[in-house]
């Protein structure tokens, strides 16, 4: 009984205040020993040893970035950021890279983002050797192959196509357009004639440009022994001496206030995201630390004032921060942003509004200050709590310029951060004449127009142009150069007479849809008879489907039973109708289509129905390597392998489908049989 009456009294002890407890001093920060040295080759070189895991990773950085964009192909830098390592090298295609890296559980990788290019590596200590040779013939000599460059093509095709889906996305995007203007790098959006654009030989002028060793600042850590590394380094770049002119600076950015309410409508949701806010500044700003404490007070957390009041007391927002935005080398974005209930969005801009005024009119209490000033240190301090992140760090002050102490300095400003500074520089760095407003919702549902804050309201329009299909210009000489091609495909397929001696076809494929498209697999009986007929007999996990086309109509069966093709569906039996292999290969004997060369391998086939397709020609073999199309907004791509003989004709027996860049399905034939005598009968009698 005395025990439980111990226990009864321990457990009614009144529960201490998290206000209550203490917490200790934030640990001294230290930088640790960095070796720096400069290759014969002109290339700087970073080395910190760490010897906690038997791991060296890497990162080159290299002085571009897509502010370097021209105007008329937004989108290069960060697609040839993608090919320098999609690509692969001389000796191995992207493809046999990942599967010689994944077998040693390393990684390489590249990218080219606003202000600076990446090409990094990571690697166990006992491959170093092996991985170092791939980085190196990555970041010195990528092969940036032509499909690659198509490939993430499609994939900024394919974004752009969905750009208007997320309101967040949405409001980010145009936000930055208000603040720094349409007109520049920074505020300028790749559309579908950019991307097009888009060559090849734009990439490699790119890459060829600003990758070279007196642009490249390279940062190693790891297991290693420094003098080791320094020597191995030097070995392995003693090869790439590329110099080029030097890089000129990235522009400059030109305050250009945009002050006023703007609305996106988009009727689809029933909440509104909101952004208010101007220029911001960068990171040596004598300034910025205080800024960064007044955001913390503003708007960083469960604690802000923003918070406090637009959330929780008033109940109007589901989401509220604010930020001081600032960059290394060009100011960043100040912005108070959050998401709110449709029919209260008037209200949560006003208040957000009516609170960033307060803030610029009084001083902030102590224990605001002491909170903010303590949160601001400690996610600080996270940026340097590894010697990779140190390194890091150390790695962008030395390419944008800093000082090696900048790290000391700005945490000492930090700390002496006061409630006076923080309102001299709400005053003097926030005007109120100069915010601009972007809500992105459905007005009909605002319980008040946007028009009661005050000022006029701009609509912006975000509507995304059609793709522009890139017809080939036909001439005498194209028309004739591709009439060319395809006899020497029919050539090498087995003949054109054969090939027109074909009339019907029997096909049993197995198609397998990737994992992250569904995962789906199907057996299909696919059946043709010439001229334009088509049956298909698919078993899929749902049930059975079957699916009878005569070039202008038919019907479809499915578990749910049956009906009339609609007309979406006509339409897209009728391009693949179009797209038939075998008939395809006929296409200059078709009076009602046209055949143009557009490339020396290439050959473009258009008909009067508006279908199209660009079959590409393996130049070795004679035989198609690929076909494509346009599949709504992205480019679909079916790679030809695997080539057998049926009938006396070469013909493909795997085709691979990539949606939007991306591997989408496989598909294997199992059975091809050629004149087996169908007609139409046959092919029109229901299951």
């Not at 006992?126 to 092969?143: G, I, K, Q, R, S």
């Not at 750009?163 to 996305?169: C, L, M, S, T, Y």
């Not at 005498?476 to 090498?492: D, H, M, S």
């Not at 027109?500 to 789906?520: C, F, H, M, N, P």
């Amino acid at each position: 009984m005395k025990a439980i009456g111990v226990l009864f009294a321990c457990a009614l002890l009144p529960a201490q205040s998290y206000r209550d407890l203490k917490y200790p001093p934030l640990p001294e920060l230290k930088l640790p020993k960095v070796e720096s040295i400069t290759l014969a080759n002109g290339m700087q070189v970073l080395l910190l040893e760490n010897h906690e895991l038997p791991t060296v990773r890497g990162v080159a950085l290299v002085r571009t970035g897509n502010l370097f964009d021209p105007p008329d192909k937004v989108g290069l830098a960060t697609i040839t950021g993608s090919v320098i390592r999609g690509g692969g090298t001389k000796a191995k295609t992207g493809d046999q890279l990942d599967e010689q890296l994944e077998d040693v559980a390393a990684s390489v990788e590249s990218n080219i983002g606003e202000s600076s290019a990446t090409v990094s590596f990571n690697a166990l200590k006992e491959n170093t050797d092996e991985v170092l040779a791939a980085f190196h013939d990555v970041l010195t000599a990528p092969e940036l192959r032509d499909d690659k460059v198509q490939l993430f093509k499609d994939q900024l095709r394919s974004g752009i196509s969905r750009r208007n889906d997320d309101p967040q996305g949405i409001a980010t995007r145009e936000f930055a357009a208000l603040i720094y203007g349409k007109d520049n790098s920074y505020g300028w959006d790749m559309n579908y004639s950019s991307v097009d654009s888009i060559t090849r030989v734009d990439v490699a002028d790119f890459y060829s440009r600003y990758f070279f060793p007196a642009n490249t600042l390279l940062a190693v850590t790891g297991d290693f022994a420094a003098p080791a590394m320094k020597v191995k380094l030097e070995e392995l770049f003693a090869g790439w001496t590329v110099t080029r002119a030097k890089v000129p600076p990235f522009p400059t950015v030109r305050r250009q206030p945009a002050p006023g309410t703007f609305l996106i409508s988009k009727s689809d949701v029933t909440q509104t995201t909101f952004v208010i806010g101007e220029l911001g500044g960068t990171f040596d700003d004598r300034d910025y630390p205080a800024l960064q404490v007044m955001a913390d007070i503003l708007g960083g957390g469960f604690r802000s004032r923003l918070f406090s009041t637009v959330r929780t007391k008033l109940g109007y927002a589901y989401n509220i921060y604010a930020d001081w935005g600032a960059n290394y080398d060009h100011p960043g974005i100040f912005q108070i942003s959050g998401s709110t209930k449709s029919a209260s969005t008037t209200d949560a801009i006003r208040v957000a509004k009516r609170e960033l005024e307060l803030i610029r009119t009084a001083e902030v209490t102590p224990a605001e200050l002491d909170t903010a000033k303590q949160s601001v240190l400690n996610s600080f301090v996270f940026s340097f709590d590894t010697p990779s992140k140190t390194l890091n760090r150390l790695l962008q002050y030395k390419y944008f310029g800093y000082p090696d102490d900048f790290l000391f300095r700005y945490q000492k400003a930090v700390a002496s951060v006061t409630r006076a500074d923080i309102l001299r520089v709400a005053k003097s760095h926030i005007d109120p004449a100069a915010l601009s407003v972007l809500a992105v919702g459905n007005p009909k549902d605002f319980a008040e127009p946007l028009t009661k804050l005050g000022a006029p309201v701009k609509e912006i329009d975000i509507s995304i142009p059609e793709p522009k299909s890139a017809k080939a210009e036909a001439g005498p000489e194209t028309i004739a150069a591709g009439r060319a091609l395809l006899e020497k495909v029919r050539q090498a397929s087995g003949g054109t007479a054969k090939l027109i001696a074909v009339k019907d076809y029997s096909q049993r494929v197995e198609t397998q849809v990737e994992a992250a498209s569904g995962g789906l697999k199907a057996e299909q009986f696919n059946r043709w008879l010439a001229p334009g007929i088509f049956r298909q007999d698919a078993t899929y996990p749902f049930g059975k489907v079957s699916v009878y086309f005569d070039g202008a109509a038919g019907w479809m069966k499915t578990p749910q039973g049956e009906a009339p093709i609609p007309e979406a569906q006509r339409k897209q039996l009728s391009g693949e109708l179009f797209r038939s292999y075998l008939p395809l290969l006929l296409s200059d004997s078709n009076p009602k289509r046209a055949v143009t060369l557009v490339a020396p391998s290439t050959v473009e086939i258009t008909d009067d129905e508006g279908n199209s397709v660009r079959l590409i020609v393996n130049p070795k073999t004679g035989l198609p390597e690929k076909e494509e199309f346009e599949g709504g907004p992205t480019v679909i791509v079916q790679e030809f392998t695997a080539f057998q003989p049926v009938g006396g004709l070469q013909l493909p027996s795997s085709v691979t489908i990539y949606q939007a860049g991306k591997k989408f399905a496989t598909v294997t034939v199992k059975e091809m049989k050629l004149n087996t005598g169908l007609t139409a009968e046959t092919l029109k009698q229901q299951p």
